[in-house]
């Protein structure tokens, strides 16, 4: 999902040549922050109920996504 973000933030840079790069480029280093944040979460092995920590993870996964597709449709 995080890549799709990724490649949408570049079709715009690249079908917009004319806009400051820099917006995208936050963009793209936000979505690769959230990733490797997710992955940490991911790989955590000390964790009691694993059902509800993916769960939880999944969630924070979706609300990070809707955030940064609303800011490429901002752009």
Known sequence: MMGD?????????????KQDPEK????VDE???GFD????????????NKK?????IEKELETKAQDL???INEL
């Open 52 to 56: 509800q920590h993916f769960k939880t």
């Open 37 to 48: 944040e997710l992955m940490s979460k991911i790989n955590q092995k000390n964790v009691e």
């Open 69 to 71: 597709v609303a800011k």
């Open 5 to 17: 973000i990724i490649e949408a933030a570049y079709v715009h840079q690249l079908a917009n040549p």
């Open 31 to 33: 979505a690769i922050k």
């Open 24 to 27: 995208t480029e936050a963009i």
